[in-house]
């Protein structure tokens, strides 16, 4: 390793899934496939610094990790034992993680309260980075390579961590009719995606910033064992196949229902493990019946999805952005935590600055 010092930037966005991930088979293998939309503005920004410990210097090389982790510019102890079990995870694939001093410095474009899930796009940022240093100490890597194992690395950070290394659509997770799919590795959507979901739209109204209730660790663990798992990881490849379909048709009312009953079937299987949770909040179900209503109304093609958590994500085509923004701003900001909400829609993927 002939590398001394340098350091690398890179900024991964957030993703919100359509058909949702939600209970592993094996350490970090999902259970069934999942596809998500990439988002633009939501992103971590993080920076890698790393200098090569010298057995002369004060960064004497030990057998131990050695980082330093600042948030927002200032030292974060708390998510240094997240970090620290990734790297452990990690080393076998990037035996070099031991010789190095690391700064990492990390930022979200987003309220860090504000409920949103940043491990996705900071185990995205994180793995990014230190693949640019693998590729520095071996400089034949191809980019296919280099793209794939940040993903499979993003992976063992947060299993949903993969799906933001790429855009626009991503699938994670074997299926038979995607080609090249894996559940080790997010693969770009790999068909050709009617032009309604160009610029897809996604608006995130913060009903709850409160801590997450259940962290999704222990939420995939809830599907072992949970009387209804089994059919719905079969459901989640017919919902892939079906969105397959409407990705090549534009059929928004399909895309509708098949992304609606997603999210509803995430939250009915945490309704129905051992212990149950309620993760969604009144003003959550205020929000899904007033989209119910403007949609039956208006016929605009709008529809919902949420995560594991009470905040809501407003889907819809770009051509009908102005109109749902005076909806949104008429009528749902008041089911929002300080009137909060966060514009964002369909991006690119990660990217080194
Ligand atoms: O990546 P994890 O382990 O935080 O799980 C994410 C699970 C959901 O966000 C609820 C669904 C998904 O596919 O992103």
């Known amino acids: ?76 102890e708390d998510f240094k034992p997240k970090i620290q079990q990734f790297f452990e995870r990690v080393l076998v694939y990037l035996p070099f993680l031991k010789d190095y001093h690391f700064t990492i410095d990390t930022q979200n474009t987003f309220p860090h309260s504000s409920g949103i899930a940043s491990s996705a796009s900071g185990m995205a940022a994180l793995a990014m980075n230190l693949m640019s240093l693998e590729k520095a100490l071996n400089p034949e890597m191809t980019e296919d390579y280099f ?36 559940d080790l590795f997010g693969v770009e959507f790999p068909n050709v995606v009617h032009e309604n979901f160009k610029n897809f739209q996604d608006t995130i109204l913060l009903v709850d910033k409160g801590e997450k209730q259940v962290s999704s660790s222990v939420g995939h663990n809830l599907m072992n064992g949970h009387p209804f798992a089994e059919r719905r990881f079969e459901q989640a490849h017919e919902n892939l196949d079906k969105l397959i379909n409407v990705f090549e048709s534009g059929n928004l009312e399909e895309f509708i229902t098949i992304v609606e009953s997603e999210a509803l079937t995430l939250h009915s299987m945490m309704m129905t493990s051992i212990p149950y949770f309620i993760l969604m909040k009144p003003n959550t179900l205020e929000i899904i019946n007033a989209i119910w209503k403007y949609r039956n109304e208006t016929k605009t093609p709008v529809c919902f999805t949420l995560d594991a958590g009470a905040n809501v994500h407003v889907l819809y085509p770009e051509n009908v952005k102005e109109s749902v923004l005076q909806f949104i701003k008429n009528e749902l900001v008041g089911y929002c935590q300080n009137g909060q909400y966060l514009c964002d829609e369909i991006g690119d993927g990660s990217q080194l600055l």
């Open 147 to 182: 793209y794939h194992k940040a993903s499979f690395l993003a992976r063992l950070g947060s299993g949903s961590a993969c799906r933001s290394v790429k855009g626009k659509m991503v699938v994670w997770g074997n299926h038979d009719n995607i080609q090249g799919s894996s």
């Open 1 to 76: 390793h002939s590398i001394e010092t340098g350091k690398f930037q890179w900024s991964s966005p957030s993703n919100i899934a359509l058909v949702k991930y939600w209970g592993k088979k094996d350490s970090q293998i999902p259970a069934n496939p999942s596809v998500s939309f990439t988002l633009n503005n939501c992103k971590t920004i993080t920076k890698l610094a790393f200098a090569k410990k010298h057995t002369s210097s004060a960064l004497s090389v030990t057998d131990t990790f050695s980082f330093d982790l600042l948030f927002e510019g200032k030292p974060k």
